[in-house]
Nanobody, 124 residues
Framework: QVQLVESGGGLVQAGGSLRLSCAASGSISSINGMGWYRQPPGKQRELVAAITSGGRTNYADSVKGRSTISRDNDKNTVYLQMNSLKPEDTGVYYC??????????????????WGQGTQVTVSS
């Protein structure tokens, strides 16, 4: 089974920084895209940033210039460095992995997976 485990969330004052990490585990041979989504209170889940296996990145306009997504393909881990945090960055942050090729019972599968979410709260 493939699991995504996030870490690094917490409470921070406006203007502060946080670094989120998400490690994928299981019999994984490759992962295409990895990304971070967030769900603000009372709102729908939205894309924050994404990165391809080749390192191409995409950011939501609201975090451009303040956040950096990166990944370590050898460790199947994706990171999100967030700086100059604002109260509107508050929400549950979810890690996503697309096109995860993995093995189970001798068979190869490909699927998309989500982490359990980590809370980020930015106080004003």
């Amino acid at each position: 089974q493939v699991q995504l485990v996030e870490s690094g969330g917490g409470l921070v004052q406006a203007g502060g920084s946080l670094r989120l990490s998400c490690a994928a585990s299981g019999s994984i041979s490759s992962i295409n895209g990895m990304g971070w989504y967030r769900q603000p209170p009372g709102k729908q889940r939205e894309l924050v940033a994404a990165i391809t296996s080749g390192g191409r990145t995409n950011y939501a306009d609201s975090v451009k210039g303040r956040s950096t997504i990166s990944r370590d393909n050898d460790k199947n881990t994706v990171y999100l460095q967030m700086n100059s945090l604002k109260p509107e960055d508050t929400g549950v942050y979810y890690c996503n992995a697309e096109g995860v090729a993995h093995y189970s019972g001798g068979y190869r599968f490909t699927g998309d997976y989500w982490g359990q979410g980590t809370q980020v709260t930015v106080s004003s």
